[in-house]
């Protein structure tokens, strides 16, 4: 039999050299030899190291010329062991029902040496977590990734009247403290989403940095101009804080995504047609078309839950009324944030201007109310239901 050869020259194990030696040996067969020589003065030692922990006999011969190494590696059975009873963690495109604990620390479809950890991820269930959509929708998120120094024309220069300004300010604050719970919600959820599901956690992810950049413009755009923030309410911040301890993934997507967010999209198109100036008007028509697509995501998980889980809709039903209950008492949207949504649709201060501005967010109301009644029943619920829950919705919006 001729021996496989490989000459090292001056490299050594300790700069690469196991590389070729594992590439010269993966030819082989367990029993058969590959001749080995080398110049690295090292070499000796580190082939016996090296062979051993492999799972090779060595055999260094004696009669080399000086400074040279010459040798002969017996490739081993146990070379083949770390991999026997190796198993892939599914399939690369294949997303699985049920993704074991063992497979939530490597990449879907990897090959798995055996042992390592288990480490139990709650969210572990495809009919939980999945849509779908889920792949497109990352794609969609990552490729409308926008730069709030590029993308917000803050220097344009505009004048506002200074009660006008406040009003901006308020609607600013307000929308901050909702972004900063629609960030909190999703963020909370991700580690515990098995990572298989990984166009979900990725989604996700991109959604949690969407929420980053509607805090930062809405703040930057509060303090344009002003050195303080407007006001936060009590009941706001009790309605808000519900959507924060809902621990339940179901619940808190339907909660927050198909009711709040959604709500929150037409509350952006609002702000931005009665913007009194360009900031103001892109910061918030930015943030819509991200909105948009987080509540994309939530009908579509939860609308193919429901499908399979006919009794998901009392649970969700359930959400909605015990919500209700606990916000019963409380005045609902802060006052100061509905006053400031009149003078911005009014736009002037004579009694006719905010008759009709005062029309426009009632108007707006009846907008929110038929797209929470219409998403709904996208998850199946009757028309009845739909209108009855959407009526229980918390006053704050999101
Ligand atoms: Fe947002
Ligand atoms: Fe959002």
Redesign the pocket.
């Known amino acids: 039999m001729t021996d496989a050869q490989l000459d090292l020259g001056d490299l050594g194990l300790d700069a690469g050299g196991h590389l070729l030696l594992r590439r010269a040996l993966g030819a082989l067969r367990a029993g058969e030899r590959l001749a080995v020589r080398g110049r690295d003065p090292a070499l000796p030692v580190h082939l016996g190291a090296w062979c051993r922990s492999e799972g090779h006999a060595l055999d260094v011969s004696d009669g080399a010329p000086v400074g040279q190494c010459h040798a002969v590696i017996v490739r081993g059975e146990r070379a083949d062991l770390r991999w026997l009873g190796a198993v892939r963690a599914g399939e690369t495109g294949t997303v699985g029902t049920r993704p074991p604990a063992a497979w939530g620390m490597a990449a879907r479809g990897a090959l798995l040496e055996a042992g390592g950890p288990e480490p139990h991820f709650d969210l572990d269930d495809r009919d939980l977590v999945w849509a779908d959509v889920a792949p497109q929708l990352y794609a969609h998120a990552a490729a409308r990734q926008w730069d709030p120094a590029t993308a917000v024309p803050w220097e344009e220069p505009f004048t506002l009247a200074d009660d006008v300004e406040s009003a901006v300010v308020q609607v600013m604050t307000y929308l901050v403290e909702n972004e900063q719970v ?1 960030l909190l919600v999703p963020a909370r959820f991700l580690g515990r989403i098995h990572p298989h599901f990984r166009e979900v956690l990725q989604l996700l992810a991109v ?1 949690v940095a ?2 980053a950049r509607h805090i930062e413009v809405f703040t930057r755009r509060a303090l344009l101009r002003r050195k303080a923030l407007g006001t936060s309410s009590a009941a706001g911040r009790v309605s808000l804080f519900t959507l924060v301890e809902e621990s339940d993934f179901s619940l808190a997507s339907f909660l927050l995504s198909v009711l709040g ?1 959604g709500t929150f999209v037409d509350l952006l198109g609002f702000v931005a047609t009665h913007a009194p100036d360009p900031v103001t008007r892109r910061v918030t028509s930015l943030a819509m078309q ?2 948009r697509r ?1 509540v994309l995501f939530g009908v579509a998980h939860l609308a193919q839950h429901a499908a399979l889980e006919p009794r998901l809709r009392d649970r969700l039903r359930a959400a909605v009324e015990r919500r209700y209950d606990a916000l019963r008492d409380m005045a609902g949207l802060n006052a100061d944030v509905f006053d400031a949504l009149v003078v911005l649709a009014a736009g002037d201060w004579t009694p006719e201007a905010i008759r009709s501005g005062y029309l426009r967010v009632r108007q707006l109301e009846r907008q929110m109310d038929e797209g929470r009644r219409r998403r709904l029943e996208r998850l199946g619920f009757p028309a009845d239901e739909a209108a009855e829950l959407s009526a229980l919705h918390t006053r704050n919006f999101m």
């Open positions: 629609a959604q969407d929420e967010e991200d909105e987080h």
